[in-house]
């Protein structure tokens, strides 16, 4: 199988299912920023003070994969066969988050991301997803969306954010409150 196929050449992809759509529709740009976030899911493993987390990482990076074959594939088109997400994905994450908090000192303020290069990894993966959040949410107002992908979003921009505190915490790198000029 060739990687370069020439079929974008002209600025149109196929979607699962065949449909061909161009590459500036909002669907298009909702599965690129999901695997824009995967990337960053997998600079994230990468770092050695989440290698206990590598597995918990790889199956969020699935799920990644999963919501970006359910965007990839035009709506209505049920003969497509696809992974699915489920609820038990987003209780997942609920009980690693809680896990994570329970040994995090309560927060009295917002945070500055940042601390050390592996906590803004994880920062910037955290506003990755909220923008791919975001922008499912539009494509949601044009075309339906699966809740549980919106959800699933939401609930990992939460996780990345409790992750980035454990982080620090591992890392005894200082957390930076943000103090408002007033």
């Known amino acids: 199988m060739k990687i370069y196929t020439k079929t974008g050449d002209t600025g149109m992809t196929s979607l699962f299912g065949g449909k061909r759509v161009s590459k500036a529709e909002l669907r298009i740009d909702s599965y690129g920023t999901i ?43 049920d003969k497509v066969k696809i992974p699915m997400l489920i609820v038990e994905d987003i209780h997942n994450l609920e009980r690693e988050i809680d896990q994570m908090e329970e040994t995090l000192p309560p927060m009295r303020s917002f945070v500055l991301p940042g601390g050390h290069f592996a906590i803004s990894y994880c920062h910037i993966a955290r506003t990755v997803c909220r923008r791919a959040e975001r922008i499912v949410i539009a494509l949601n107002g044009l075309e339906p969306v699966q809740p549980l992908v919106i959800q699933y979003l939401n609930r990992l921009s939460d996780y990345l954010f409790v992750l980035s505190r454990k982080m620090t915490q591992e890392l005894g790198a200082e957390e930076t409150p943000w103090k408002p000029r007033m």
């Open 35 to 77: 695997d824009e976030l995967n990337s960053y899911m997998g600079l994230l493993r990468d770092q050695d003070v989440n290698q206990k987390r590598k597995a918990t990482l790889v199956e969020i990076q699935d799920r990644l994969f999963t919501i970006g074959s359910m965007l990839a594939t035009e709506a209505g088109n």
